[in-house]
Every structure is written in C-alpha cells, then in structure tokens.
T-cell receptor, first 111, second 116 residues
Framework: RKEVEQDPGPFNVPEGATVAFNCTYS??????FFWYRQDCRKEPKLLMS???SGNEDGRFTAQLNRASQYISLLIRDSKLSDSATYLC????????????FGAGTRLFVKA | EAGVVQSPRYKIIEKKQPVAFWCNPI?????LYWYRQNLGQGPELLIR????????DSQLPKDRFSAERLKGVDSTLKIQPAELGDSAVYLC??????????????FGAGSRLTVL
C-alpha cells in the first residue's frame, strides 16, 4: 500500500459541475499537506496548501481531517481550464524529512 | 525571478548508453531535489540535497545512478548505463530551507528520457 493514495480517476465532468477529490495518507506523523496541479506534459505546480481549519481559494476548497488521515479538494463551477492532474502531497519528518506525492487524479472538464 | 532551469528537455538514447541531466535551482534555494516521474504516476524522490550535502539518497539506485551538487548550487544527475525501465521524466525541484513541514517545491520543466 502506498503512503499517499488518491482516487484513481479519471473524472469526466461537464462545465459548471462540482467535483471532489479524496486523498488518504498512512503516516500519522505527517505534518503538512498540499494539492499540486500538473498539466499534461508540464511540471507540477502548487495549487494550495491544506490546513486543519479548511481553506478556500476562489472556486477551490481544501479540507484536512487528521483523525481520519484524509484530505479533500473540492472544485466548484468547473472550467475547461481546470482539466489537469491533481496531486496530493504530504510532508513528514519521521525517519528523515520527506515530501511524498500521490499518483494523482486526472480531471477532464468538457463543454 | 528565474525559475528552476533544467536541460536537456528531451533525450533519446539507446540502452546501455550514459546520460546526464543538469539543474540550476532558484537563486537562494538551498534545498534541491531530483524526482523521477513515470507515466500516470506521481513524482518519486531520487535524492535531496541541503546545500552540497546529499541528505536523502535512500531511493537512488546507486548501481547506475549518481548525482552531484559540488558548489551547493547547480546539480547533475547521471545514469550509466541506462536501461529501458529508466524511461521517464526527471524533475528537479528546489526550495528554501524551511522549518520541516513548510516546504513548498518549485519544479523545473523536467527532462524527458526515452531509452530505446
């Protein structure tokens, strides 16, 4: 089992739809959490950090549940330009500091 | 501010040949990472440097992979000899040395390797 696991995808949604991605992590000592976005044949780029209190950035909302070791990303009013792979990322500092990426969830938004 | 610069962007070689990738991180970023990303997968760490010191190379296949960051700035990742399974995108990332847990990585565009 991988340390960071994500919904397999792909998600195919129409424009305007609301879509949610889930991510679970297995190491309870994980300290910080992020969502990165990766466009086709491009490098990953930070989308947003994830805080225990939940945080919102425009149409994007991220939630963290430490008790369940679960992270989510909600995208409202999907745009064609949201089509990408969304990577769940976890930092931990046990056995040395590590930044661990999930395999990603692909999103296709269609007109 | 210039981003993380990598070269070459693309490389096609035959198996058993050597290959090298170069990375220049963002100025002032002490921490440098090399990741490998296979198709449909997330990036997987190969090696992490703090300045010129390799602080995590536990996942670097040391029989054929080597890396260096001699002056604590730019870095080179080498594969010798390359195998078919090494075909992947090699991503370099950098960040300022921050309290553990605060690191946000900035990636270069990657070097796409195809081994025939």
């Amino acid at each position: 089992r991988k340390e960071v696991e994500q919904d397999p995808g792909p998600f195919n949604v129409p424009e305007g739809a609301t879509v949610a991605f889930n991510c679970t992590y297995s190491n309870s000592a994980s300290q910080s959490f992020f969502w990165y976005r990766q466009d086709c044949r491009k490098e990953p780029k930070l989308l947003m950090s994830v805080y225990s209190s939940g945080n919102e950035d425009g149409r994007f909302t991220a939630q963290l549940n430490r008790a369940s070791q679960y992270i989510s990303l909600l995208i409202r009013d999907s745009k064609l330009s949201d089509s990408a792979t969304y990577l769940c990322v976890v930092n931990r500092n046990t056995g040395g500091f590590k930044t661990i990426f999930g395999a990603g969830t692909r999103l296709f938004v269609k007109a | 501010e210039a981003g993380v610069v990598q070269s070459p962007r693309y490389k096609i070689i035959e198996k058993k040949q050597p290959v090298a990738f170069w990375c220049n991180p963002i100025s002032g970023h002490n921490t440098l990472y090399w990741y490998r990303q296979n198709l449909g997968q997330g990036p997987e760490l190969l090696i992490r440097y703090e300045n010129e010191e390799a602080v995590d190379d536990s996942q670097l296949p040391k029989d054929r992979f080597s890396a260096e960051r001699l002056k604590g700035v730019d870095s080179t990742l080498k594969i010798q000899p390359a195998e078919l399974g090494d075909s992947a995108v090699y991503l370099c990332a950098s960040t300022r040395t921050a309290p553990a847990g605060a690191n946000v990585l900035t990636f270069g565009a990657g070097s796409r390797l195809t081994v025939l």
